[in-house]
């Protein structure tokens, strides 16, 4: 009677401690969080890393949803940036201890291997209030692996707490006030792995898009009050072969009427928006089409260009851009459309944005040229 009153007890005292250890156990729980300012998983040079949240990077410290920086985590802004549905943006590079990036002057920047660019997308509650409440939707990592770029996109979850590794997409439901003050919803697409590597390709391999001189040709008042983010990046020793002097290329800003003229403005929305694609490069190459602010032949720009197949993606109309007559401009009916078949661009938006479509507009209504030329 003893032995049997023994043998309860212990039961009692061990089973609990069975379940206790069986639902700790790792296997069945998420992976855990990087510790608050510690990187969990190290980037290491030619060695893949692919992991299941973004909390494992370490690339932020505290709350993850902050998006402080930590250390080799360094935040960058471009002068024009990609329309995403009105999403804003927070860009970082990640460049592990003494690897650096190198000046090119027509060309995106060179990055060595265990580079890291991190783009994360989010909706502040109310655009009149940037640094108030928002909503972080999607992060995109582009990491550089054995001389190849990896694209891997995360989806927040609705907590805020941290972002899981997705392949397939997904569409997402975004509202917020705007700067007029209307409410305002879309649906968000976060672009599945084959759409990030087509508006990635530039012939046969993926390349960023954005690092460019004349993008990041200005201050940042994350980096410093002072000095531009080039001046920056050389300072700190994380840009190499950056020339002396100081008359570096620059985007116009497209909105801002100060930073260029409206043919300037225009033409780096264009290049921002379409030249990943348009371009000799690019995966729309056979169009002939080419929308990089650097190109100076009219009719490749799209000036009287007629479209390389006719049909429902040009409206039956008959140039890319006829000067002065956004009405027969076949870019101008593709901007506004949200045709899956219609619409340019094809990847990044649902909805027509309305100021892009009107800062075109104004552009091609404004062109004189001779038809003839």
Not at 247 to 276: M, Q, T
Request: aromatic share 10%; net charge positive.
């Amino acid at each position: 009677m003893i032995e049997e009153n023994i043998h309860i007890i212990r039961l009692i005292f061990v089973l609990p401690l069975c379940i206790f250890l069986f639902q700790c156990n790792p296997s069945t729980k998420n992976i855990p969080k990087a510790k608050k300012g510690v990187l969990a998983t190290p980037l290491i040079i030619n060695n893949t890393t692919e992991n299941k949240f973004l909390s494992q990077y370490g690339f932020f410290k505290g709350e993850l949803a902050d998006l402080k920086p930590n250390k080799d985590v360094f935040p960058y802004t471009l002068n024009t940036p990609l329309f995403s549905n009105y999403a804003y943006k927070e860009r970082f590079i990640y460049l592990p201890d003494g690897v650096q990036m190198s000046y090119k002057e027509d060309d995106v920047f060179s990055f060595e291997n265990g580079s890291v660019l991190i783009k994360n997308f989010y909706y502040p509650k109310d655009f009149r209030m940037e640094n108030g409440t928002r909503k972080i939707i999607e992060t995109r990592l582009l990491i550089k692996e054995n001389n190849i770029w990896k694209p891997l996109n995360y989806i927040w979850s609705e907590d805020q707490q941290d972002a899981k590794l997705n392949y397939v997409g997904e569409k997402i439901n975004a509202s917020w006030i705007h700067t007029d003050g209307t409410k305002k919803s879309t649906i968000y697409n976060v672009p599945n792995n084959n759409q990030c590597k087509n508006c990635h390709l530039k012939g046969k391999d993926i390349s960023p898009i954005g690092p460019t001189v004349a993008q990041l040709n200005r201050k940042y008042a994350m980096l410093s009050e002072k000095m531009s983010q080039l001046e920056f990046y050389k300072e700190k020793n994380i840009l190499k072969n950056l020339p002396e002097h100081k008359n570096f290329p620059k985007f116009a800003v497209w909105n801002n009427e100060e930073s260029g003229s409206l043919e300037d403005r225009a033409k780096a929305y264009l290049d921002i928006n379409c030249a990943h694609c348009h371009q000799p490069k690019g995966s729309a190459k056979n169009s002939g089409l080419d929308l990089r602010l650097s190109q100076i032949n009219l009719r490749k720009q799209g000036i009287f260009k007629p479209p390389i197949a006719a049909g429902k993606g040009s409206g039956d109309l008959q140039y890319s851009i006829v000067p002065g007559s956004p009405n027969e401009s076949i870019i101008i009916y593709r901007m506004n459309s949200n045709d899956p078949g219609v619409m340019m661009p094809e990847v990044g938006r649902s909805i027509v944005h309305h100021e892009g479509v009107n800062l075109i507009t104004e552009y091609i209504k404004n062109l004189k040229v001779d038809a003839s030329r």
